[in-house]
């Protein structure tokens, strides 16, 4: 709380995870980027903190896609079908908490892919591709929609552009 004030106090707004609400009061203008889950995003969200979603277990894009190959599972291991199942109002978050949401973002850390550094963009590629074009669905929409459609549709516009990339 003194740190947000502080960084207030210069014009400047405070940007935290979402374990820093437990801790008191903060600024108004505080950013909490809710990365626990989804109950931790609507407490923030509920407490009037300009909120960013991105819980691990659909946003983290350095957790595994399946159980044969490498990466971290401990929020979920999952592929673009996940992602693409986020809604907001399907969460629970009601219309005042709504109003909170500044959005959705997805993360990934580094840490996963340093091992893999001869081949370092195409395991970025592939771990963040197309799990990030259902992120943009569900950031533009609030809501994925249904894996056929979306498929269908990726396949048509990104996937040409996604294999020359590699």
Known sequence: SRVSEIVSSYGKRAAVWNEAIEGGR???DTRVYCWEGIKESRQSAAAAYRTIVMPGQYFYFDMKQSQREPGH???AIF?????LSFDLVGQGFTEQELKNVVGVQASFFSEAYISHREDENDYIYYMTYPRICALSEVAW???GGEWAKFYSKLVESHYSRMVAMG
């Not at 592929?79 to 992602?83: Q, T, Y």
């Open 26 to 28: 903060l600024s108004d």
């Open 73 to 75: 599972d401990w929020a």
């Open 79 to 83: 592929d673009a079908k996940k992602p």
């Open 141 to 143: 929409r609030g809501a």
